[in-house]
């Protein structure tokens, strides 16, 4: 049913968002047909990197799923930048890590509860995200918000420049360590042998496919959706912060969103997490880097330092998640738990 749905707000979207485009429509009406375009092109992702993640398994596509998604999120924090709205992008980096990590992974974790009781996943898997989650927020993004107020512009962006490109780098090699020279090593036995019991909706070629047709598409239509945010904002007397925060992280990261919990409910609990997790750790330590080097080269420069709030919820959603999944175990009330700081935090950015 729903798959339909999808279908159809694809099939009317694409050609409603070319028209308007060049039509020059209402923008808060575009606005609208914009994200729900983008949101039905982030679900044919989804189903495409369920299939390479049961063809791959659990931890390369875990790994597809953050990729893909976070790709529509690059997508629009470039076209962001190129529009001179730096604190969008900045806002929407710290609006994918909450939505990830306590909107992603409390509904993961809430819904998968209701079907099954408890649920379990790689406990070692946990433990090394955990203390990559603690270094690539708290360490990098810290450290440039404090040397940066005793610095000027400039060495405040050459700071984030060299910060951006050891993240970058650790986080290259963080992918070695889990997909190449310890593959294996710390698998919980069966959990390897369980994806392969499932047949994929689409083959390899026809899903790689369809995620090159729907990134392409996300492209053209996240470009028109920035030179909507002024414009919403004014509207509906919303900040650049809470459309950040809230609407371009939602909108950007619809993909992972609706694959996590799809296979938190399918009980496959590892994939749900690494793609929240795993996710997470892509726009700390990949994302937000590349934005940061790829603004060095447009008009509008983007150092890597957000504001008081943004750390501080940041910081908080780290410590809650790495209490509630270093056990390797879930449940329905941990969710909810997690989704009841998202939405204090959510209520504090729209008020702010």
Avoid at 307 to 331: K, R, Y
Wanted: charge should be negative.
């Amino acid at each position: 049913m729903m798959n339909r749905i999808f279908v159809g707000l694809v099939t009317a979207g694409i050609p409603l968002s070319v028209a308007g485009k060049l039509l020059d429509w209402d923008k808060g009406l575009m606005f609208v047909i914009y994200c729900l375009t983008i949101i039905a092109l982030s679900s044919f992702m989804g189903r495409a990197t369920e299939s390479l993640a049961i063809i791959s398994g659990p931890r390369i596509g875990g790994l597809l799923n953050a990729t893909f998604g976070n790709a529509v999120e690059l997508i629009i924090s470039i076209f962001s930048l190129q529009a001179g709205l730096v604190g969008v992008v900045l806002a929407s980096i710290t609006g994918s890590i909450l939505g990830n990590l306590l909107l992603v992974g409390g509904l993961s974790f809430f819904i998968g509860g209701l079907k099954h009781k408890r649920q379990s996943f790689n406990v070692h898997d946990a433990r090394h995200n955990s203390a990559l989650l603690i270094f690539a927020i708290i360490v990098a993004f810290v450290i440039p918000e404090v040397f940066s107020m005793s610095m000027s512009k400039a060495e405040s962006l050459h700071l984030s420049a060299g910060i951006s490109i050891i993240l970058i780098v650790l986080y290259i090699a963080a992918l070695v360590f889990k997909l190449v020279t310890h593959r294996g090593t710390y698998n919980i036995p069966g959990e390897e042998s369980h994806h392969e019991e499932e047949t994929p909706e689409w083959s390899k070629a026809k899903a790689i496919t369809v995620l090159a047709l729907s990134t392409l598409a996300v492209a053209y239509v996240s470009e028109a959706l920035v030179h909507t945010f002024h414009h919403i904002g004014q509207t509906l007397g919303w900040t650049e912060l809470f459309i950040g925060v809230i609407i371009v992280a939602i909108v950007g990261n619809a993909a992972e969103h609706a694959s996590a919990i799809m296979m938190a409910y399918k009980n496959k609990m590892g994939i749900a997490v690494e793609i929240a997790v795993g996710s997470t750790l892509q726009v700390a330590m990949f994302v937000a880097p590349v934005l940061v080097l790829v603004s060095l080269f447009l008009p509008h420069t983007m150092p890597l330092v957000f504001s008081m709030p943004e750390l501080i919820a940041m910081i908080a959603a780290v410590f809650l998640t790495i209490s509630i999944s270093n056990d390797g175990d879930s449940n329905w009330f941990e969710g909810a738990t997690l989704l009841a700081a998202y939405f204090i935090m959510a209520i504090g950015f729209y008020l702010l």
